[in-house]
């Protein structure tokens, strides 16, 4: 069983920066393909990014390609999210998640964090 609790998210201004992170719990949190789904109030869920397991491979939705960074050190059990050049359009809920599939499901999910982007 994984356990999953993000943490990092909060106000900020357009233009502005955040780093979220997801911390794990487990023994098999480096097995795992891990991603970032987000959720704006009104909106259906969202892809964010994903990295593979070893970190190497990395995929992003247009959206945020280029302003947005994942990475993952299996060492500390934890996955990051480095957003940059943040939008009001980011505003939404956050999620990281555990093994997720082509269709938008997954293993394990946490809890979520808030990032609210003021215009």
Do not use: H
Not at 46 to 57: C, H, L, N, T
Not at 66 to 71: A, K, P, V
Not at 91 to 103: D, F, G
């Amino acid at each position: 069983q994984v356990q999953l609790v993000e943490s990092g998210g909060g106000l900020v201004q357009a233009g502005g920066s955040l780093r979220l992170s997801c911390a794990a719990s487990g023994r098999t949190f480096s097995n795992y393909v891990m991603g970032w789904f987000r959720q704006a109030p009104g909106k259906e869920r969202e892809f964010v990014a994903r990295i593979s397991w070893s970190g190497i491979s990395t995929y992003y939705a247009d959206s945020v390609k280029g302003r947005f960074t994942i990475s993952r050190n299996n060492t500390k059990n934890t996955v990051y999210l480095q957003m940059n050049s943040l939008k009001p359009e980011d505003t939404a809920v956050y999620y990281c998640a555990a093994n997720p599939t082509n269709a938008g499901t997954a293993d394990y999910w946490g809890q979520g964090t808030q990032v609210t982007v003021s215009s």
